[in-house]
């Protein structure tokens, strides 16, 4: 046979191929194959509809100023949201509800032996960055939740502050009975550490951010890269939340007006002694103070000087006292209705508070959460439908003590009981790899999604 021939039955073979193999496509999982079908050329319709720079313009006005629980510009977001949706035709609303949202008026971190220095406990204003001048709005540096206290004790240096460093402290025969313990954020959530501690008898708790961890160790700092300076400070929350999240005062019901509430003394999710974050800055002086036994290596962060136990010489004075008072939430839910099964709900939540201004956390997934509920409005439009009812929620108060989540989901627990099939949760977006995490059953249909796209 002739080489033309050759090629010509090669390139017909490979033609024929091709056609077969599109044409027996594997169906995806629970279609049929014409459904299938349908269901791909849906989603290619679905993915051209998103626009980078829709979702730029949505971070820039939800990141531009300060937006925790309470704030003026929080409520401005969520009816800007709101409106947003209803503007792309869909049946959106926002549901209230009133927490206890502590915010600080008294905070003192003060070393007053062997040597005088006050913790500044202020983030600076930086020229690169306008919104850190937006301090009049800004939370200052706190736990949400931490005890008021005045306590004056020795320092001791507890690592990350888990239960098997103080199993270790023990071994070394150190103690932080009446004592403040000082640990660096990192390997375990922030709650625990002023939990571990109080229950090893300490009477007060500093955490602060080690540049092994989150600094110049790992990398340029702020503004050159992505890593914390050296005054750089972590709030977040330290409520015992595995006890319940949530309002502390309207455990099991939704925090609405007229729901009953617990007296602020019988809430058991408060810390039992005072805490607050600090910098590597503000902790250097008090690491610094320490003496007693060199700790072991794997405790010693990237500070430059010798890492010490203690207890003594250095004797530090905490002071927490916060106004403990009833913030408004606003979650904004939008409902798609279901064409063949609307009793059943696919929910998807991301939220829209932050302790500061959240371009990272939570507005970078908030975005793209914009984003999915304008494609399916536009799909909506074209004639899709879903089969079951998308439940959209964009919740606030997710920072303190996942508020919004947890008092709609108390509110509407009768209907999430009968109707809820699954939850989809997301908080920011960042470049690498895919990750996520949820109940293993799911773990074959994810892989599966992943191929698709």
């Not at 939008?334 to 508070?353: A, F, L, M, Q, Y």
């Amino acid at each position: 046979m002739r080489s033309g021939a050759r090629l010509f039955l090669l390139a017909l073979s490979c033609f024929l191929l091709l056609a077969a193999s599109s044409d027996t496509e594997p169906a995806l999982h629970g279609y049929s194959a014409a459904s299938s079908r349908s269901q791909r050329d849906w989603e290619t319709k679905f993915r051209a509809i998103p626009e980078p720079q829709n979702q730029r313009d949505y971070m820039q006005r939800l990141s531009a100023r300060p937006h925790h629980v309470g704030s003026p510009y929080d409520k401005d977001n969520a009816e800007w949201m709101l409106n947003k949706f209803k503007e792309w035709g869909l049946d959106a609303s926002i549901e209230t509800f009133d927490v206890l949202f502590p915010t600080p008026k008294v905070r003192v971190v003060e070393l007053l032996e062997p040597t005088k220095f006050t913790a500044r406990l202020q983030e600076p204003v930086l020229a690169v960055d306008p919104t850190s001048n937006q301090q009049a709005e800004q939370l200052p540096t706190y736990n949400a939740y931490s005890a008021d206290g005045d306590v004056t004790a020795p320092l001791v240096y507890v690592n990350y502050g888990t239960p098997d460093d103080y199993e270790e402290l023990a071994r070394m025969g150190v103690s932080v009975k009446g004592a403040i313990a000082i640990a660096r954020y990192g390997n375990s959530w922030r709650g625990i550490k002023p939990k571990v501690a109080a229950e090893h008898g300490a009477v007060g708790c500093l955490i602060y951010s080690d540049p092994a961890d989150d600094g110049y160790a790992q990398g340029d700092v702020f503004p050159n890269g992505a890593w914390r300076p050296r005054d750089g400070v972590q709030r977040g929350s330290v409520m015992d939340m595995p006890l319940y999240p949530g309002d502390p005062l309207t455990p099991g019901v939704g925090a609405t007006k007229d729901a009953k509430r617990l007296d602020l003394k019988d809430v058991k999710t408060i810390t039992r002694i005072p805490v607050l974050p600090i910098s590597y800055a503000d902790a250097q002086p008090l690491l610094a103070a320490l003496k007693g036994e060199v700790v072991p290596e794997a405790w010693r962060g990237s500070l430059p000087q010798s890492y010490y136990a203690g207890p003594g010489p250095a004797k530090v004075h905490l002071k927490v006292q916060s106004n403990w008072d009833i913030k408004p939430l606003y979650d904004v839910i939008v409902k798609i209705p279901g064409s063949t099964n609307p009793d059943e709900w696919v929910v998807r939540g991301n939220h829209h508070d932050a302790w500061v201004n959240g371009a990272e956390d939570p507005i970078s997934g908030t975005v793209a959460l914009m984003e999915e509920a304008r494609g399916f409005a536009t799909l909506l439009k074209q004639g899709w439908k879903p089969k079951r009812t998308i439940i959209y929620c964009v919740w606030d108060g997710e920072e303190p003590a996942l508020l919004g989540s947890t008092e709609w989901g108390e509110a509407h627990a009768d209907e999430l009981r009968r109707h809820a099939v699954a939850y989809i949760n997301s908080d920011g977006n960042g470049r690498g790899y895919l990750s996520m995490g949820g109940s293993h059953s799911l773990e074959r249909f994810i892989n599966a999604v992943a191929r698709e796209i």
